[in-house]
Each structure stands twice: as structure tokens, then as C-alpha cells.
Nanobody
Framework: QVQLVESGGGLVQAGGSLRLSCAAS????????MAWYRQAPGNQRELVAS???????KYSDSVKGRFTISRDNAKNTVDLQMDGLNSEDTAVYYC????????????????WGQGTQVTVSS
């Protein structure tokens, strides 16, 4: 079974910061790409940032310079540091992963976390 669990969401004032975390289930040994998406009310789900095991990190233009994605490949966790939050960042944030390896299986994915709510008050 593959599980991704997010934490760190909450309510913050404009200009504030939050740090989101996501951890894969313990049976997963490695993950090729981990990413964060978000979905605001009435909008489609959109990519916020992605980070492959090796290679180029990608950010949405709307968060460049404010958000930072990082991962610990040994622990199979991914974080999203969000600074300078504004009302446009209000959304449910989802952890995403594909290319997951367990001891006996390979999971193409994508796999999704349950989502964590981020609300920015103005």
C-alpha cells in the first residue's frame, strides 16, 4: 500500500509563513519525483513546485521567490516552505509522487496525499 501524508496547513495572516511536510509510507524505499499541487475553490488543481530525485526543480511563476521545495531522499519526505503568503495562496495543498519503489514492487503513480488546507487572511 502506498500512502502520502501531509501536515502543516493552517490559518495565517497575509505576509506570514507556513511549512508543509509530506511523508511516504515506510515501505517505500525511493521516489523519483515529489511535488506539491494546490486547488483553490472554483479552480483546477495546479502545480506549485516539483523536485525530481535528481535534476531541475520547477516552480509555478506565481510562487517563485516565495516558496521553496525541499526533499530528504533518505527519508522520502518533501517539504514546502511558504513565505510572504497572500490571499491568492489560499487553497488545499496536495502532496504528489510518482515513480515509487518498494522492496518488491514499482508503483508508477501518480499518488496523492489527502490534502491540507492553507488559509491566508487579508
Amino acid at each position: 500500500q502506498v500512502q502520502l501524508v501531509e501536515s502543516g496547513g493552517g490559518l495565517v495572516q497575509a505576509g506570514g509563513s507556513l511549512r508543509l511536510s509530506c511523508a511516504a509510507s515506510r515501505n517505500i524505499l525511493s521516489i523519483e519525483t515529489m511535488a506539491w499541487y494546490r486547488q483553490a475553490p472554483g479552480n483546477q488543481r495546479e502545480l506549485v513546485a516539483s523536485k525530481p530525485f535528481t535534476g531541475t526543480t520547477k516552480y509555478s511563476d506565481s510562487v517563485k521567490g516565495r516558496f521553496t521545495i525541499s526533499r530528504d531522499n533518505a527519508k522520502n519526505t518533501v517539504d514546502l516552505q511558504m513565505d510572504g503568503l497572500n490571499s491568492e495562496d489560499t487553497a488545499v495543498y496536495y502532496c504528489n509522487a510518482y515513480g515509487l519503489h518498494s522492496r518488491d514492487d514499482y508503483y508508477t503513480g501518480p499518488y496523492w496525499g489527502q490534502g491540507t488546507q492553507v488559509t491566508v487572511s487579508s
